[in-house]
């Protein structure tokens, strides 16, 4: 592990499906967004948990949990 490596919870990779009405969710979705990017860039690594696997297979909501299951390709380590 070179870079500097995070992980994300299921709320963190749904955030952009939440009400960007609100200022703080509004951000919140900004900085994922920016440190995605870094993530894209291999700047910054990341780390996949198996539960966050199955926490998005439970997903209701199919356009979500296929965008959550795409982001996942951008790990690094999956534990």
Request: aromatic residues 18%.
């Amino acid at each position: 592990m070179g870079n500097k490596t995070i992980y994300w919870d299921n709320s963190t990779y749904s955030r952009p499906f939440d009400d960007q009405s609100q200022l703080r969710i509004s951000l919140e979705t900004q900085a994922k967004l920016y440190i995605l990017s870094l993530i894209k860039d291999n700047k910054i690594d990341l780390i996949y948990f198996y539960v966050c696997f199955y926490e998005n297979y439970i997903n209701p909501f199919e356009n979500k949990r296929l965008s959550i299951s795409d982001f996942s390709k951008y790990a690094k380590y999956s534990i």
